[in-house]
């Protein structure tokens, strides 16, 4: 295994077994599909789309290698027609989406895949696997920027996130939704995201004398060091860099700032930041890491501790309070027919829906409308198409989304910035049109 | 961006930046690192090790290619010396390892890597992301063998999984801790775990009768078909399937199960069971998703409901009650020295470690012991060599892998065994020697 693998058999087995089925029964007009978060996941007020670039590679470079076909023919139960049809596959169907970083809520749909019926169905497992995830990160993030607004935040959370592809979209999501940067080398390299380091622990135990390990990082990159004083004793380690600084400073070193990791973050953070001044150090900065997520940083914030900086690391890459989303991707109409499906607690409103959202005088987010994009309503419409006859429209830098995501996070309304569940659910009107559609579903036969 | 992507950048900033350091101070010698948990997240009696054929992947396959090189020269701050190593770079250290599917417990090592600084310290953050993600998915999903003892369970998770890594890891690790199989396709080519898959809603939408989608997916794959029958109206959908039975059977169609996605499991399943017993057709089982975990599979069994296998999704997948580890890779010596991290709350056992089990009169573990490896005492050690001068020791097969976690829960002591968190600590004795070279550490100035 030459792993991480990916590629077109990233699916679940039912897509290829339900595939066969829609060509042996001719079945292959077109179906329309949406993706949307069914409820908010407690400690959410809101959620911010994110992974639309990541579908639309997935979708444009969707091609089965005469390998990839010869497992079919191997697991047997395949017939001609299908493996026929999957070498001469490729995605020419239709992409709408709401843009990356903007804010959604339940039952919204954020993206939409029109295209034969067994393409729109083989494409479902991945982009689930793909929104779901990086709307969790970018949501996550979100809160963490909220709590500590105009603060230098770094993704921490590459060792603890769910592999390899988690890690680097964790680092995406994340800088989409606000953060500065990334401690994910390969971040950097592939998606432009900046990269930022301190030291670690071992780096200094690895040193009979914790002086001597600051000399030798401080030597090796001299532009703008972090060092970690909380090995052994936090303030006697401020002091040892108060005691090096001068040194330090005569060899071309700038420092930046000291990390904290362990312990009350807060009250070290008093102590030493009384140290570094003491030492003539004003203008060396705190950063604090460890085990932190959005309420530890509105915590030490409250309390005025003086912190320019956070690392956020697992809390963030896993989502650690709500790791998943009850996320779906439904068909939505086939054959020009509307669909909707019934389940007990799973039921979803059917046809292909726009979203359009209203502002209040002050320029916040007022309430949305959930309607059939053949019957339009007031407020601006959120969904836009974004891939059609194999071309990507529109396309956006990750700044240009960082920005978008910026915009949204300042029109949220007061209550939905805060980190506390909002007692209400956000307003949103299922118009009149999508109602009696529904309701003329309900009535037909099955 | 090619995604996903991988490779030696897959690592944080500050290893580098550390290597340099290492290298500038001529600091290159032996360095040993240890991986373990810190502690048990609330809802696991005990962790599976997995993921350590992974890491040998990535150690074996360590290279930086001159393109990755280029990044380092583009991003500044790194010299010669530096980018020469990076050149040369192989990984030729020795790992010692718990080798997968053994039982483990906190503060044990399930992993010791023996390299020079720089290497030993570069690989931390993939070694850390991968043992991380597959032990918790190995841990919950033999959380799910023992509360559904016997049945057919199916790893569902992909769609919710954290990337495509995380959906193809998760199918190897709950394979390895005994379901039967999993959705995610890729998981059967690359891995050849078994693939199992029913059919969706979409598919029973997309027809305007329901029957007419069981006929066609019976006639598409004819072979162990699995009816999905909650899309409208379960009791009816179940009739439905007795009533084509008779069609399907004399067009040599098999039906192994339906299955319920929804609603109150237990009495839909105790009601279907009566529909098809009546209806002669007794040897289809049923087949329950939607939302489980293992408490939902013990609840449903401890009614005596009549469901034969679980497809478990984003439960398992994301391991939702317990999303991380307190996981950490340590430096535990250097250059012959034994060294320990002392931070508030985060110190670690000093040295080269090893554990040994030992086991009551009837076969259940009984207690561990944490010992420097010089230092043996009674039991079974449970570390031994897995890799050496670039070759890998002892290779075994996932089927192997899959029997030692089978015979491991088999040696569970029994209030281990039980979902509820147990009392007490699991009994773990710390060597005399290593007490001692504790306190001698901790007597070193620093």
Redesign the interface.
């Known amino acids: 295994?030459k792993?991480?693998?990916?590629?077109p058999?990233?699916?679940?087995?039912?897509?290829?077994?339900?595939m066969?089925?829609?060509l042996?029964?001719g079945?292959v007009e077109e179906?329309v599909?949406e993706f949307f978060v069914r409820k908010l996941p407690k400690g959410r007020n809101f959620l911010i789309a994110a992974g639309l670039d990541?579908v639309l590679?997935y979708l444009d470079s969707l091609v089965f290698s005469s390998s990839?076909i010869a497992?079919f023919e191997r697991?047997g139960?395949?017939n001609r027609r299908f493996l026929d049809y999957l070498a001469e596959l490729r995605f020419a169907g239709e992409v709408h989406a709401m843009p990356e970083g903007t804010v959604f809520f339940p039952n919204e749909p954020i993206l939409r895949i029109t295209a034969p019926?067994p393409v729109a169905?083989l494409v479902?497992?991945?982009i689930?696997?793909?929104l779901?995830?990086e709307t969790?990160i970018a949501s996550k993030a979100a809160r963490c920027v909220l709590a500590a607004p105009g603060k230098f935040l770094v993704d921490?959370g590459?060792?603890?996130?769910?592999?390899?592809?988690?890690?680097?979209?964790a680092s995406r999501a994340s800088y989409l939704a606000g953060f500065s940067g990334t401690?994910?080398?390969?971040a950097?390299?592939?998606?432009d995201i900046p990269?930022?380091?301190?030291?670690?622990?071992?780096?200094v135990?690895?040193?009979?004398?914790?002086r001597d390990s600051f000399a030798?990082?401080a030597?090796?990159?001299p532009?703008n060091v972090t060092f970690l004083i909380?090995?052994?004793d936090t303030e006697a380690a401020a002091q040892k860099v108060v005691d090096l600084a001068p040194e330090l400073l005569g060899q071309g070193v700038t420092i930046r700032s000291v990390r904290l990791?362990?312990?009350d973050l807060a009250a070290h953070a008093f102590k030493v930041r009384r140290i570094l001044d003491a030492g003539g150090l004003a203008q060396v900065g705190i950063f604090c890491s460890g085990g932190l997520d959005e309420y530890q940083l509105q915590d030490l914030l409250s309390v005025g501790a003086p912190i320019e900086g956070f690392g956020v690391g697992?809390s963030l890459d896993?989502?650690?309070d709500a790791?998943?989303?009850d996320?779906a991707y439904?068909?939505q109409e086939?054959a020009g027919q509307a669909?909707?499906?019934?389940?007990?607690?799973?039921a979803t409103w059917p046809g292909r829906k726009q979203v359009y959202r209203r502002y209040a005088a002050d320029g916040t987010m007022s309430g949305d409308a959930l309607t059939l994009e053949s019957d339009p309503q007031d407020g601006t419409p959120l969904i836009v198409p974004v891939m059609r006859n194999r071309q990507r429209l529109a396309q956006e830098s990750l700044a240009q989304l960082r920005s978008r995501a910026a915009a949204e996070l300042a029109r949220l309304p007061q209550g939905r910035r805060r980190l506390e569940d909002c007692a209400t659910p956000y307003p949103m009107e299922v118009s009149q049109g999508l109602r009696e559609l529904t309701e003329a579903l309900d009535r037909?036969?099955?």
């Open positions: 295994m792993f991480p693998a990916t590629g058999l990233l699916t679940d087995l039912y897509q290829f077994t339900m066969q089925a829609y042996d029964a079945m179906a599909f990541q590679q990839e497992w697991a139960g395949f019926m169905q479902e497992s991945r689930i696997n793909l779901n995830f969790l921490f590459l060792r603890r996130a769910h592999g390899a592809e988690a890690g680097l979209l401690s994910a080398v390969l950097g390299a592939e998606l990269v930022f380091g301190t030291m670690a622990h071992s780096f135990q690895a040193h009979t004398l914790e030798h990082f030597a090796a990159r532009n909380d090995t052994y990791d362990s312990g697992t896993v989502s650690a790791p998943c989303l996320a439904k068909l086939y669909r909707r499906k019934r389940s007990e607690g799973k037909q036969p099955h």
